[in-house]
T-cell receptor
Framework: KAGVTQTPRYLIKTRGQQVTLSCSPISGHRSVSWYQQTPGQGLQFLFE???????NKGNFPGRFSGRQFSNSRSEMNVSTLELGDSALYLCASSVESWNTEAFFGQGTRLTVV | AQKITQTQPGMFVQEKEAVTLDCTYDTSDPSYGLFWYKQPSSGEMIFLIY??????QNATEGRYSLNFQKARKSANLVISASQLGDSAMYFCAMDSHAGNMLTFGGGTRLMVKP
């Protein structure tokens, strides 16, 4: 059974650009959530999608957005990149939205220069 | 609001010995789940073990066991027979009744000595 797949693995962007990250969940999983990991702030929740609907959103500016498709694949977009957006972005999938194991992908390491 | 506290930023353990990583939590939810993840230097978060708040028995997965003490709000991870490959960051996390939004602790870096 394939795990959670995130693409690309590494990305270098310039300030002011936008970026789109992709996450393919484990087959049969309907919930996808996104996290940002930085040395200073640790792991912070960005948002969660369940059956194509955003169910929860963390405390991030509107430059961070996402969506989920009918096949449960999810994308997150960051517009007008800032240096502080440099981070490891992780997505996790689970069968249901709550109280079940959540499995993570390998992450996308974004560097903004 | 939920909060996870991991008070050990770094720990050493001798190969083949057991080690306990501490985790305390705070939540007002009557029902919740607790997770432990391992993150090697490659960055991937590897799921280790899960404990539901209403589970009667402590969770175990191979060499990993979760020492769940609900009254004390602690969910410590016990790794038996440590291996060199266990060297990594370990994160304790809990979910929310509102959905799949995990709150993470600051992590513990475990280093296994040969």
């Amino acid at each position: 059974k394939a795990g959670v797949t995130q693409t690309p693995r590494y990305l270098i962007k310039t300030r002011g650009q936008q970026v789109t990250l992709s996450c393919s969940p484990i087959s049969g999983h309907r919930s996808v959530s996104w996290y940002q990991q930085t040395p200073g702030q640790g792991l912070q929740f960005l948002f969660e999608y369940f059956s194509e609907t955003q169910r929860n959103k963390g405390n991030f500016p509107g430059r961070f957005s996402g969506r989920q498709f009918s096949n449960s694949r999810s994308e997150m977009n960051v517009s007008t990149l800032e240096l502080g957006d440099s981070a490891l972005y992780l997505c996790a999938s689970s069968v249901e939205s709550w109280n079940t194991e959540a499995f993570f992908g390998q992450g996308t390491r974004l560097t903004v220069v | 609001a939920q909060k996870i506290t991991q008070t050990q930023p770094g720990m050493f353990v001798q190969e083949k010995e057991a080690v306990t990583l501490d985790c305390t939590y705070d939540t007002s939810d009557p029902s919740y789940g607790l997770f432990w993840y391992k993150q090697p230097s490659s960055g991937e978060m590897i799921f280790l073990i899960y404990q539901g708040s209403y589970d009667q028995q402590n969770a175990t997965e191979g060499r990993y066991s979760l020492n769940f003490q609900k009254a004390r709000k602690s969910a410590n991870l016990v790794i038996s027979a440590s291996q060199l490959g266990d060297s990594a960051m370990y994160f304790c996390a809990m979910d929310s009744h509102a959905g799949n939004m995990l709150t993470f602790g600051g992590g513990t870096r475990l280093m296994v000595k040969p």
